[in-house]
């Protein structure tokens, strides 16, 4: 009986790590963690588990029944518990982030052209890049300025990483959605960090910045309505 396994991990992430291969609790063999594997198991197998890692490894298995037992092949896809960039972290740290599902031929086949196929924002203009720019300069100058606030060393930081990352992708044509929205959930709340990290007696720097950040969270809704479903490896 022939194991079929394709992995398709989002973002190619683990791609060059083991996964330990157990049938019925004793270890089987490792696979790479990208691409497809065919490996001969015995055929009176009742389950098999994959574990990704050694010390707290993720884990995942699937059972066998006596239909997959009088088939000669077993297809089995292996991917992420991910919900988006921006929960990614949490999710990593739960013990079933690897996942597995037994898959038709059919379904086997088609199983990582999901991956080829993402939401793209498509940026027409670059509005909010020059703003992300102008409020990046406001921060970091008045951060420079405000040498007797003990909090300006965290408003010079936000600005230089903002004012790096605006340069960044000043030019940016097409991001992927989920990279996008974590990205303006990012600079939003770095800037109204900023707001409270400058110092007091500038009120109407500070009133200056909050209103910048509001158009600036227009113009990457703007951005947002202008999403299509694209093949990245044409984009």
Known sequence: MFLNVKVNFVYGWFSFRNISVYVDNALFTSIIGNGKHILEIPKNTKVIRFELGKIYPYTTEVSLTSEDHESNNIFVGLSLNH????????????????????????????????????????????????????????????????????????????????LITSLVYFKEKKVEKKNYVARVIATVTLFILAIWFLDNSYMILNWIILLFTCLLVLFFMENLKSTNITNIKEA
């Open 83 to 162: 919900r988006g960039l921006v929960l990614a972290l949490y999710d990593s740290l739960k013990l079933d982030y690897l996942k597995s599902i037994k898959l038709s031929e059919n379904e086997y086949q088609y199983f990582d052209k999901a991956a080829d196929h993402e939401e793209l924002v498509e940026i027409k203009n670059s509005k909010a890049s020059t703003l992300m720019l102008l409020i990046s300069v406001i921060i970091l100058i008045f951060s420079i300025v405000q040498q007797n606030n003990d909090l300006s060393p965290f408003a010079f930081l936000i600005g230089l990483s903002s």
